[in-house]
């Protein structure tokens, strides 16, 4: 398809317009790049120096794409090829920083809005926390250990070459959970021979900080809290809606379940459990055990539990005060949000990285949703794993109650600091606008300061 520049097109719409003809297949990175640029007007606007040094136009293009192959070898002998990337967002407040993820439906243009993204989450931390991300379209479901680790140790062969403490600290996402970053840092380490916190997400034991695994789904309900208390509701006895049953789901649920709130359900990409007496801390216990050990399906706990099954179905339509999609990228859509308005739901937090398509976002405002864009809401992983990189270097662990408190004051401070800037901006309460306002500001003027590079 043929485009062209047109002189009366804004600032925004020539950057955007720009990438669809430079890399026309990459339809997640223009979403996200054109949701976050387009709600920035209003600040471009009041600051014609950001359009003078190019700053959008070089956020929206990666430091630097790493892609490798990776080859290992199956239980039964075969060779097996996968894929491997690094993007490096930017390095202007400090290293590389964001997860790996290993999922079969992993390519450029989704590791690109990952990383771009991430950008503006890790601003709005204020730590200094550059940003990147990176994963592998290997699928670890159904792999035996040894699989996944020989795949690992391949894949950390070559990304050893790219990543340092002070130059690229991955993590972990979608199908890279404890067991994953593990046998990624062995391989590390026998590769360097050195012991560093290259790694986020290790376990306790070996450089983990505590309350690394519970930091995203923690931070997603503080910051929800956040949100309800300006609004002057409470999550006290309200029925939640969860999607995804991994990492931040789980955490989610606990730290609801702490708050007196009631989830209902969880899913995975078989479907959805629906249990109307609430997901209590027993029933919790078993889904971790189900996913973490077993590596086991969620339709299981219906069985367990005798409650209603929803096969291929996602949570949207069940009744509830508020809702964290906490499993993959565009998971509400306009339909689904259209569920979540019409039976009352009053909060939308998003726990995973781009669950709700523009056009759900818009039907969640218009229907006077409270709804937190995931780069504030879901800051609290990189927050905390900004946290294990310090007691890393210093070779310090902080007690866990020391960690949450601090996650507890990043998160209201990015509450803080979005709520701020929606209201300077002109639409208080708009916290897309007050997100991305607040990051941006920062990662510009530190642009600005550092000079043309
Ligand atoms: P996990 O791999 O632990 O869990 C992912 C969950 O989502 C699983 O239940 C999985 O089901 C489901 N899921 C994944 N892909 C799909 C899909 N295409 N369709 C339907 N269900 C799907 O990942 P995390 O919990 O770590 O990550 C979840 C989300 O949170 C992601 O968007 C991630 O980017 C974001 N995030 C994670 C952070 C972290 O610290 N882990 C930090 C910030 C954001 P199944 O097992 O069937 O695939």
Known sequence: MLSFTFWWMNYVERVVDGLKRRDPAQPEFHQAVGEVFDSLLPVLEERPEYEEAGILERLAEPDRVILFRVTWLDDAGRTRVNRGFRVQATNVLGPYKGGL????????????????????????TTLPLGAG????????????????????????????????????VPAGDIGVGAREIGFLYGQYKRLTNEVTGVLTGKSVGWGGSLIRPEATGYGTVYFASEMLKAAKLSLDGQPCV?????????????????????????????????????????????????????????????????????????????????????????EVDEAGAKSLVANGCRLLAEGANMPCTPEAVEVLRNGNVLYGPGKAANAGGVAVSGLEMSQNAMRLNWRSDEVDSRLASIMNQIHEDAYAASERYGDPGNYVLGANAAGFTRIADAMIDQGVV
Not at 138 to 166: W, Y
Request: proline content about 5%.
């Open 133 to 168: 991300k990176g994963g592998s379209d290997f699928d670890p479901k159904g792999k035996s250990d040894a699989e996944v680790m020989r795949f690992c140790q391949s894949f950390m062969t070559e990304l050893s070459r790219h990543i340092g403490p002070n130059t690229d």
């Open 101 to 124: 993820r290993f999922h079969p439906t992993v390519n450029l243009s989704i590791l690109k809005f990952l990383g771009f993204e991430q950008i503006f989450k890790n601003a709005l």
């Open 242 to 330: 969860i999607s995804g049953s991994g990492n931040v789901a789980q955490y989610t649920c606990r730290k609801l379940l702490e708050l007196g709130a009631k989830p209902v359900s969880m899913s995975d990409s078989g479907g959805t459990v629906y249990d109307k007496d609430g997901i209590d801390e027993e029933k919790l216990a078993w889904i971790m055990e189900l996913k973490n050990k077993r590596r086991g399906r969620i339709h299981e706990y219906a069985s367990e539990f005798k409650c209603e099954y929803r096969e291929g179905r996602l949570p949207w339509d069940i009744p509830c005060f508020a809702a964290f999609p906490s499993a993959t990228q565009n």
